[in-house]
């Protein structure tokens, strides 16, 4: 589907559309970013197909959007929103935290994801940080994005069997540190060194320096 372009006026606030079922939240919301500076409610609603047809004609800069939606989930209509409005900024503001909810609402383009339960000063700066450019997260949701990311590496040199020690190694290598440094780094012998990358070459598949660090770079070894 080809990307609508808006038509905007001069700008003077950040412009905000809420796309949420829960009366009280909506209303919370709305009031919130109404009583800020520099921030505007141009529209709030309670179903996504209604929000997403709001968007060509109310020209919001961010999208505030749940994800349980009584006509279509908020993740779906995020990549609705994306597909004809590319430069919405689209902010989750939910009550779930699991690792699919939010990778599934990262990778449909959402920019950010928040909690509920943030603070209203926090939401406001998230709003502010969507539309700056930022990728506004709760501190809840960043450790679990952050434990994915750790826990993806750490089974990725699990699975072909690397030690730690093999490990460092293998980032010195990727450094561009020579045997000598990489030795003196860990306070080992030269002859330690090269056992090591022996151990390292045969469980990459490979059979030099340069085959080892773009394999280590190209999956994201290190």
């Known amino acids: 589907m080809k990307a609508l372009k808006l038509k905007r006026k001069k700008q003077e606030s950040v412009r905000v559309l809420i796309i949420e079922d829960d009366v009280k939240v909506r209303d919370g919301l709305k009031w919130l970013v109404n009583d800020a500076d520099g921030m505007k409610c141009v529209g709030a609603y309670g179903r ?6 709001a968007v060509e004609e109310l020209s919001p800069d961010v999208a505030l959007v749940d994800i349980g939606l009584p006509d ?4 779906d209509g995020v990549k609705l929103i994306k597909q004809q409005f590319p430069q919405v ?3 989750m503001v939910t009550v779930y935290s699991t690792d699919e909810m939010i990778f599934q609402a990262l990778q449909a383009g959402a920019v950010g994801y928040i909690l509920k339960k943030t603070s209203s000063e926090k939401i406001l700066s998230a709003i502010n940080d969507a539309y700056n450019g930022g990728a506004p997260m709760s501190n809840e949701i960043a450790r679990r994005v952050l434990l994915f990311f ?3 590496h750490k089974q990725k040199t699990d699975n072909i069997g690397l030690s730690d020690r093999e490990i460092q190694v293998l980032k010195a290598l990727v450094d561009g540190l020579t045997y000598k440094a990489i030795a ?3 306070y080992v012998s030269i002859n330690t060194v090269r056992f090591h990358l022996r151990n390292i070459y045969a469980k990459l598949h490979v059979a030099s320096r340069s085959e080892a660090i773009v394999k280590a770079l190209k999956e994201k070894l290190i």
Do not use: A, C
Not at 72 to 75: F, N
């Open 72 to 75: 279509m989930s908020g993740i």
């Open 184 to 186: 003196d780094s860990l």
């Open 48 to 53: 996504m197909r209604e929000g997403i047809e």
């Open 89 to 91: 900024q689209v902010l």
């Open 150 to 152: 750790q826990t993806q």
